[in-house]
Structures are given as C-alpha cells and as structure tokens.
C-alpha cells in the first residue's frame, strides 16, 4: 500500500480530492476508491476541530476495528464474552475470528477496495457488529440502514453514498433486492442468517491483512435520522469514532471491562453504534443485543445479563416504568438517554422507580455522538448538563453573535468531531464562523447548563408569543391521562398559529370532549395560561422514525393537508 495513495493517483478523482481536502487533514489515505474523499465539504465551510484531550492525539495511521477489535485480544480481553445474544455468546476472540472471515470475503470475493461503501442491513446482533468491524478493518466504509427502511429509501441511499456491495440480514433481503432492481447499485448483495455468508466465510482464514488506514480516512457515512423528512449523508473518519469511545465511553460514563450494556437504538443510528458497539468493546466492556427491544425484552435482558448500561430514548423510559417492578434491575448502574429531549417528569418517575438518575445527553448525527451531558451528582433534572472534555458550546442570536447567559438561543458546538455532509448544500447553513449550530433552542443558566427549549422549527409564533413545544408536551405528559404527545403551531386565521397537540392516551382514558378541556386546564396550571394547547387531537399512534424520535413535521404536514380540505 503506497504511502500517499493521493499522489498516487489510482481514481481519475484523486486531483480534485486533494484540491478538497480539511486543511487539518493530512494527505496520507489508504482509501483506494476516492469517492468520499473527492466529496468532503471545502476546508473553509468546516467547522473549527478542537482536539484539546491528549487522547486524542491519534497516530496518522489508525483503524478503529483494529482498535477496538484486534487490540482487545491482544491485550488479553480474547476469553470473555464481548456479545450476549438469543443466538449464543461470542467471545472477543471468536468475533475477531469471525470478522476477519467476513474481511476476508468482502475483498477476495466481492472485490471491495479501500474506500468502497458497503452497505449493512440488519437489526440488532452479532453478525452485524461483526460486519461492521470487517468493513472497518478492510478500510471501506460503513453505511449502515436501519431495518425498517424500505426499498425506495434504500434506493436513494445507495445511489447518494454509490453503493455496489451490500451484506445483508436474510429476513431483510427482500426490500434491499427491491432497492437494486429500482436503482443501477447494489450489484451484489450477499445474505447471512440462511448460510450464504457463513459459507463464504469457512472457506477463508481466521487471520486477515488489516488496511493501514488513515486516522481521517473516511470510514462512516450516517444517514441523518430524517426528522426534518429530507435525510443527509454525514461523513465520520477513523479518529471520530475513536474520539467518542473516549469522550462518551470513557470519560462520561466511565465504562470498564465489568460492565454490561444493553438499549434500544439500532446501530445504523450513530446513538446505537457508539451505545452497543464502540462504548462497550472500545472499553473492554460486554454488549447485550436485542433484536426487538420492547420493554420486556430490554428488562429481561437486564435481569438475564446483569446489565449495567442501559441507553433507550426518552419516551421509553416513560414506558418502561410501569413494567419495572416485575424485573430484578439490582445490576443496572447507569441509564442513558439521547435523541429527544428529556422531560423532567419522566426523569423523576425512573428515579422513583429505579433509584438511578437518567443520564440526559444531547447529541446530533453530525457530530456522531453526545457532545453535552451530565453525570452522577453533576445531574441537574430538566437540564441536559454542560459540554463534555474536549468540545466548548454556547448560544447564538439570529446574527450568529454569543448570547448572554439567562437568553434562549441556536445552540452552537464544536469540539473534536463535527459536520461533513456528503456533497450537499446544506453544509453552509449547518457550520456558521466555524460552530456546529445544531437547530436547537437552548438558553445557559449561571452555573453553565443547558436547558434545551425546543428544536428550532418546533418553536410556536402565536398572537407575537413565542411557545416552545416541548414545554407544552412537558407540561402534559405530566397528566395521568397521558401516554405520548407532540406539538406543533398549527396555522390559524387570527393568532398566525396555534399550539396543537396530539395525543396518545394511556390504558382507561377515553378520548371525550371533556377530556380536552381537562387537559388544557392542566396545562394553564403547570405552565403560562398563554401557552396551553388550543387544540387538541387523539391518536393510537405518533409518527416516529425507526430511531423512536417523534416526526412533527409529519404531524405539520398532516395539519396542512387538512387545512387545505376544509
């Protein structure tokens, strides 16, 4: 392998790769196929990269699979079990055994070069924590799909990343054998689970050449989680990947090689691939894996595994509550919640259920993972807690000037990860004079923490009053009645908007007109008269994404639609 296969010149897009590249970059890769590299943001519409921690001071040459794979067994972590699962355990040596076989088949068999994307699809187990290791130590990159996608999203995902190679769950082959058919990719799809890998693997050997890659070679392209309804390609390098086993794993949550994790969160959502793959092996930890992880299952698994870790999102927490009783959680030390906002209702009841505070965290796709947080006595409910070592956060006023602490603003980050989109526009509007700005509202109290008010475009204009949605949900959830909810401004005549909230009734409430004038009363109680729901609709369910996160702009597009056929 050349030691600048830049200058090297294999891809006819090498010249324009290089005339691309982050400043901070060096121009060392091992990536053969340029196509990532050629498509990275411009050096000046980047963020500003911190890399303050001396453990982060990676070496130019750095794979993360080897770091957290092949580095645990020689150090001695090859005998204990890295993976729990209804499939049966597997050791750390044996999922090095078993990854290096599937490294083995991606490049001998699927010809797969450094750089090419692969896709994978499957839910929660162990042959795709082992998947994703082999694409990691083959020096491709990992686009990971959520199991519920379908056919027309995957189509549109392969032909945004140009993906040709896919490895497969055998019970999900079906709507990615769709996607090739719709699109020109995807050309050759290898299942497991029904022996068509398995028996490609036993031909090979349990040892395998890893690809020297470059600590900002690109190894991850995560598809945002699509909240806003129109999904972006982010683009993460080996040294990210690295940096929040570091900055989440370990110092936040101080995981070592006793503790057990289990959650929710698939690992095609960055939130599941930091919670059950890189914390706990990159620790020297152990993984529970859950295929459908309804609440019974996550507390049984607690209860069977002695887990320690649990990450889930805010909402099933609130659900999980009632069953708490019927599980022994005595093992369980840590609780983690990302991806929506965290009530403190919902804090409240799991620490009077449980005895254990929720450790709330805000995180984004495009910085991989949480980025502020707290733990332990440094846990302040209903506040998300203060940037974690190595990232710095404030917020912003419309003109992209720091606000003083008390006002609500754009929440801005920047530390040692942040956003690449791959070749998309939207780069420009997402870093701002080298912040991350996220799109979330957040005011900072005096003693540094932040309170997170509402994403940008969940804030409610009515009647000249700003109403920041969460707030209202907050204020209802608190109600017995209340399962779920979600509000939006909903268009009107006299007020320019008003707030509307769906919502879903727990067991032995019934959705009567009384009902929604008790609600709103509450509200008015809890919160300022001005800001009550004005409207209120009941649903079963709430459009969610497959990460759990609530879709309001389903919900909004929904009430537009509506306005328009009356």
Known sequence: MPRNSLV??????????????????????????????????????????LFELPELRYPEVLNCGVALLDDAVVEGHGPRVALYSDSGNWTYAELLERTNRIANVLVADLGVVPGNRVLLRAPNN?????????????????????????????AIMAARAQVDHALCDARLAEELRLAAVAGDRLSRIVTFGDGELEALMSRHPAAFDNVPTARDDVCLLAFTSGTTGIPKATMHFHRDVMSMRDIVGRRLLELGEHDVCVGSPPLGFTFGLGALLVFPLGCRAAV?????????????????YGVTTLF??????????????????????????????????TSDAWADATGIRI??????????????????????PGATGKPLPGYHACVLDDQNRPLPRGHAGRLAVKGPTGCRYLDDDRQRSYVRNGWNVTGDIYYVDEDGYFWFQARADDMIVSAGYNIAGPEVEAALLAHPAVKECACIGAPDVERGQIVKAFVVLNDGHAPEVSLIKQLQDFVKQAIAPYKYPRAIEFLQTLPKTSTGKIQRHALREREQVVKRST
């Open 8 to 49: 090297a010149s294999r891809s006819a897009s090498g010249a324009s790769a290089i005339n691309r590249i982050n400043r901070s970059m060096s121009e060392y890769t091992a990536h053969v196929d340029l196509f990532a590299r050629a498509r990275l943001p411009a050096a000046e519409l980047c963020p500003e990269f």
């Open 288 to 304: 529970a894996l859950v295929e459908q992880p309804t609440p019974e299952n996550l507390l049984s698994t607690v209860q069977r």
């Open 359 to 380: 450790i709330d965290g805000i995180g984004a796709t495009e910085m991989i993972h949480i980025f502020i947080s707290a733990s332990g006595e440094q846990i302040r």
């Open 126 to 154: 162990p042959m795709l924590v082992a998947c994703w290791l082999a694409v990691m130590k083959a020096g491709a990159i990992a686009v990971t799909a959520m199991p519920m996608l379908r056919a027309k999203e995957l």
């Open 312 to 345: 889930t999102a805010a909402t099933a927490y609130r659900n999980l509550v009632a069953a708490v009783p019927n599980y022994d959680l005595s093992s369980l030390r840590r609780c983690i919640s990302a991806g929506e906002a965290l009530p403190k209702t």
